[in-house]
């Protein structure tokens, strides 16, 4: 069970039975405590011009990937800073360390996802600079973090094909609160039972306004599409 939401999976009945509305009344209040902070986060990005992505998905999509690959590529051009979000381990954050971005990890433990109150606490430290791009990777989930809102200015879900093409219908509420969708791996098409164009239309009967880019970070296929997609988005954020 989530430590911090209170999700989990199936469970035993041989005990004292909850009462489900006391469960709504926890959820409402831990979600109303959240957007507080959230809002708080939102306004130290919007006064320093930050770009903050909220980059969710489930476990083994390519997320940390994609961001090695995108903090190499562009590291010259766009100043970056990222919050790397795992169960346990620094793991993903030496790998974005070693492209020479500055990284702070957040272990979350028994939790399933990051909150606003973990972002905040880590933003003291981390302190990103004025203009940049601030990337969150949030632990690999598509359930939980779709719940909670972090101050991001946009939410990024990245899926593959390696997994199925139904995720969007699997996991509407993840695929209908973001706003960009990377399919990853697509050099793997050859190899896996996977339409784009299926993902695709499973993507927009969720979410119609979700934007799609289809990439591959081990060959760098799309990439620039993304590249593009990040460039605009941070000039606009610096010019409002």
């Known amino acids: 069970m989530c430590v911090s939401c209170g999700c989990g999976g199936g469970h035993s009945h041989d005990h004292e039975h909850i009462d489900s509305h006391k469960i709504i009344d926890v959820e ?3 979600l109303h405590q959240n957007n507080l902070l959230a809002e708080r986060n939102r306004g130290y990005f919007d006064a320093k011009e930050i770009l903050c992505l909220n980059l969710v998905s489930s476990p083994g999509s390519g997320k940390t990937s994609l961001l090695e690959k995108t903090l190499t590529d562009l590291k ?12 346990q381990t620094t793991n993903d954050a030496d790998r974005i360390h070693a492209t020479g971005t500055k990284v702070s990890q957040i272990n979350t433990g028994k939790g399933c996802h990051l909150d606003a109150h973990m972002v905040y606490h880590t933003l003291q430290g981390l302190k990103p600079e004025s203009d940049s791009v601030l990337f969150i990777e949030n632990v690999g989930n598509l359930v939980c973090p779709a719940m909670f809102d972090l101050g991001e200015k946009y939410r990024v879900v990245v899926m593959s094909v390696t997994e199925g093409d139904d995720k969007p219908l699997k996991y509407p509420d993840m695929f209908y609160s973001s706003h960009l969708c990377i399919i990853n791996k697509i050099d793997l098409l050859p190899y896996v039972p996977f339409s784009i164009e299926k993902a695709k239309e499973n993507a927009r009967r969720v979410n119609p306004e979700l934007e799609i880019i289809e990439v591959s970070s081990l060959t760098g296929e799309g990439m620039d599409l993304w590249y593009e997609w990040l460039k605009v988005k941070q000039q606009q954020t610096t010019t409002v």
């Open 76 to 87: 010259d051009t766009l100043p970056f800073a990222v919050i790397e979000g795992d169960q």
């Open 28 to 30: 409402k209040d831990i």
